[in-house]
Antibody, heavy 121, light 110 residues
Framework: VQLVQSGAEVKKPGESLKISCKGSGYTFTTYFIAWVRQMPGEGLEWMGIIHPGDSNTRYSPSFQGQVTISADKSSSTAYLQWSSLRASDTAMYYC???????????????WGQGTLVTVSS | QSVLTQPPSVSAAPGQKVTISCSGSSSNIGNNYVAWYQQFPGTAPTLLIYDNNKRPSGIPDRFSGSKSGTSATLGITGLQTGDEADYYCGTWDNSLRAGVFGGGTKLTVL
């Protein structure tokens, strides 16, 4: 099982961005994929999840309306996107796979390597 | 402020035991399973404990988890210098209808 994320990004405030997380070694449509933010020197923040099988998506209230999570079954890839970045979006973003089919859980058995997003003018 | 409360730091000597607490409420820990993660600087977290007290394959039995009411505890015995890392608890929150993490605890092995 592997989750491979897209590379680091440097963007300006107001720009849009879409980062990716490609799953392999398992049936991508079977497990939820979550996105987790880690700001510099800070802790983990659960952003939201998607079930690639039916695109059922859930967002943390803190991130609802700020980002969009999507998935493409045909390419076994999940996405996290912003329409207008802010400096406060500067962080490492991880995708992670649910260890079980349950929705209401935070046990992630496989993680991507992380995508560093830097937003600066 | 994190929904789950962890001590910012703990420390102990090599070979000793340490516990890390994670305090929540009935909307999260009290009614859901807890997971624990270990994170070394510059790397992704690793799942240590899931479903309150289960260890994924490959995780040594020096690591243990427990839950009582609205609190959970991670225990590490036989401390090694290689255990120095940040540790996070996480669970689902029924009120937020979202996952939540603790603020993290930095373990120092003196």
């Amino acid at each position: 099982v592997q989750l491979v994320q897209s590379g680091a990004e440097v963007k300006k405030p107001g720009e849009s961005l879409k980062i990716s997380c490609k799953g392999s070694g398992y049936t991508f449509t079977t497990y939820f994929i979550a996105w987790v933010r880690q700001m510099p020197g800070e802790g983990l923040e659960w952003m939201g999840i998607i079930h690639p099988g039916d695109s059922n998506t859930r967002y943390s209230p803190s991130f609802q309306g700020q980002v969009t999570i999507s998935a493409d079954k045909s390419s076994s890839t999940a996405y996290l996107q912003w329409s207008s970045l802010r400096a406060s979006d500067t962080a490492m973003y991880y995708c992670a796979r649910h260890a079980s089919p349950r929705l209401a859980t935070v046990d992630f058995d496989y993680w991507g390597q992380g995508t560093l997003v830097t937003v600066s003018s | 402020q994190s929904v789950l409360t962890q001590p910012p730091s703990v420390s102990a000597a090599p070979g000793q035991k340490v516990t890390i607490s994670c305090s929540g409420s009935s909307s999260n820990i009290g009614n859901n399973y807890v997971a624990w993660y270990q994170q070394f600087p510059g790397t992704a977290p690793t799942l240590l404990i899931y479903d309150n007290n289960k260890r994924p394959s490959g995780i040594p039995d020096r690591f243990s988890g427990s839950k009582s009411g609205t609190s959970a505890t991670l225990g590490i015995t036989g401390l090694q210098t290689g255990d120095e890392a940040d540790y996070y608890c996480g669970t689902w929150d029924n009120s937020l209808r979202a996952g939540v993490f603790g603020g993290g605890t930095k373990l120092t092995v003196l």
